[in-house]
């Protein structure tokens, strides 16, 4: 899922699964929640307005059912890469 940066209220990245119809929406504590069931008109206000803690709250918030998560930390997204990367191969050195 592609997420989109955003800075409105205690939200800071969202994201939306169409074939699953599932929202993620992160926040700046670091916790992350994912709604399933949202139509795609849903995400395309949330994405679009210009009020989008307004609207999750008013609109998402209590009318989905949500599962709660953690965001990663960059460091730890890469440290999970650089685990599964290819070893560089050192015969050419």
Known sequence: MEMKKIN????????????ERVLRVEFDDGSAIDYSGVGEDV?????TTGSAWSYYRD????EYAGRRGRVLS??????LED?????????GS
């Open 74 to 79: 960059q460091g730890k997204s890469q440290a």
């Open 43 to 47: 995400w395309r206000t949330l994405s």
């Open 83 to 91: 685990l599964f990367k290819a070893p560089k191969d050192d015969a």
């Open 59 to 62: 609109n998402i918030e209590e």
């Open 8 to 19: 409105a209220g205690k939200l800071r990245a969202i994201g939306y699964d169409r074939r």
